[in-house]
């Protein structure tokens, strides 16, 4: 057996934190703009409309879908500092893309939609991250490191609209340097500054990143990815095939964990809009509080879930994260027999109407910048009576709501570490850039169809409809993960080289 040496081990180490860097700052690139893409779209070209924001919104998940099996693969074949390298390069230029979309004289919005599809292009490199990572770590470790990279992408997402709030300082106008044709604002800094870390990024891979491999048991090996770094390892040890039946189902699991979040975090506004008669402003602003909230409980979640699945294991934490869930969105179905207040007039006069499909597919961040024109003296509140349930459908009680909103967050995060955990786990020492690719990219669909479910069945069905459709697809995904349970078990498990 080959054992570690210390500076193997701090190099390895000191390799995986810089993918917790590349994991949050892929992270930053998506949330520092979120606020502010309405109004920045709306500057540079009038003839955009909601629609076209949320083709913008949905780009970067596409382009993340796209491109994650290509880096995936890329990075099975390759040593893994070709793609991360190209691939953060890529998310730098498109963010400088995005500083100078104001430039030509038309067609801006479809030079803003590339360079929001290309940032999402770049960041199909977390595909390559948890390749790594899992490839890096052995079975005692793996949980706890991808707990570790989850919590640094959740961390991104949060801090992401704390860049942006403080780059508002700078205003609209800002400075424009006309030697580089650049107009340095509100709308151009944060995205600026995520191609600065993207740079310092590309750097820190260069210097300090290493291709380190080793076995579930944590002996080092070699690898088709390895440069000719290390020295004294083992003959990676492949034999036996990987179980595809337990592959499957850990992506369709994954992609219910992921569309079910996506649906409650794209309801949220219209929901509490609809239920409290809450303003556009006060749906925005209470809600965001919730989702920092909720965003700060992931966190630590994902730090109490690496010393729990030590004594319980990953199986039976990801069974009770999805039931969790389950009931989190039960407790949302209306039950009582208070009716809504109803909005009997509609938003007229160049705002936007609130019960259209357009409005129901952006997220709760699309809709902070939509404020309503100056000469409304009173927005009109309540669930519109153009949804015809708001007449029959009972209200959901803020209660229900906060305590839905407690338990979505605390199950979402579970299930979301502990099946990359398992799925790393199933797959083995086989490289894992592809299967990796494949996961991030179901994730990606499903967070382009939680608000296409929720336009439709939410708009025309009402919250009774939507939310028993959901518990009814959580309760599915309990039943395929008993069928699958004795399968979830690692590839050295399986094939008898190391005991549960």
Not at 442 to 451: E, F, M, V
Request: glycine content about 8%; overall charge positive; aromatic content about 12%.
């Amino acid at each position: 057996d080959a054992v570690e040496t210390r500076e193997h081990y701090k190099s390895r180490w000191r390799s995986i934190w810089i993918m917790y860097l590349t994991m949050f700052l892929s992270s930053v690139g998506f949330s520092i703009v979120i606020m502010s893409v309405w109004p920045y779209l709306q500057k540079i070209d009038p003839t955009a409309d909601a629609s076209f924001l949320g083709w913008i919104i949905a780009s970067y998940s596409i382009g993340q879908m796209v491109a994650s099996p290509l880096f995936g693969l890329w990075s099975n074949y390759r040593p893994r500092r070709e793609p991360l390298v190209v691939s953060t390069a890529i998310s730098v230029a498109a963010n400088c893309l995005y500083a100078y979309v104001h430039v030509p004289h038309s067609h801006n919005k479809y030079y803003m939609l590339t360079a929001r599809a290309l940032v999402g292009f770049g960041a199909g490199n977390v595909a390559v991250v948890r390749s790594y990572i899992a490839g890096a770590t052995s079975l005692t470790e793996r949980t706890s490191a991808m707990a570790n990279t989850s919590a640094c992408q959740a961390v991104g997402f949060i801090l992401g609209p704390v860049f942006q709030t403080c780059f508002t300082l700078i205003g609209e106008e800002g400075v424009t340097w006309k030697f580089l044709c650049l107009q340095l604002n509100m709308y151009t800094a944060p995205v600026l500054f995520g191609a600065l870390l993207g740079v310092i990024n590309i750097i820190l891979i260069f210097a300090i990143f290493r291709e380190h491999r080793v076995d579930d048991m944590g002996r080092q090996y070699k690898s088709i990815n390895s440069d000719g770094e290390g020295s004294d390892v083992l003959d990676q040890n492949t034999e036996g095939s990987i179980d595809h039946v337990a592959v499957v189902a850990l992506n369709i699991l994954f992609f219910v964990i992921l569309f079910v979040f996506a649906v409650f975090e794209t309801i949220a506004t219209p929901l509490t809009m609809d239920m409290y008669s809450w303003t556009r402003k006060e749906a925005v602003f209470y809600n965001g509080i919730i989702l920092s909230v909720i965003g700060i409980e992931s966190v630590i979640v994902f730090m109490v879930v690496k010393t729990l699945s030590k004594k319980t294991g990953e199986r039976a934490i990801l069974h009770a994260g999805l039931l969790i869930v389950l009931i989190g969105f039960f407790i949302l179905l209306p039950w009582g027999k208070k009716l809504p207040n109803i909005q009997w007039q509609e938003i007229k006069n160049n705002s936007i109407p609130r019960t259209a499909p357009t409005e129901m597919l952006m997220p709760l961040w699309s809709l902070q910048e939509m404020q309503l024109p100056s000469n409304h003296s009173a927005e009109p509140v309540g669930c519109p009576v153009i949804q015809s349930w708001c007449l029959n459908t009972p209200m959901i009680y803020l209660a229900q709501y906060i305590s839905s909103d407690v338990l979505i967050g605390l199950g979402y995060p579970v299930c979301n570490v502990m099946s990359y955990t398992l799925y790393s786990k199933v797959l083995g020492p086989k490289p894992q850039g592809v299967y990796m690719g494949w996961l991030t990219a179901s994730g990606s669909g499903a967070r382009i169809l939680g608000p296409v479910f929720v336009s439709q069945i939410y708009t025309h069905l009402g919250p009774r409809w939507a939310f028993s459709l959901i518990c009814g697809v959580v309760v599915a995904s309990l039943l395929l993960l008993e069928i699958v349970y004795k399968r979830l078990i690692a590839f050295s498990v399986r094939y008898g080289r190391m005991q549960e």
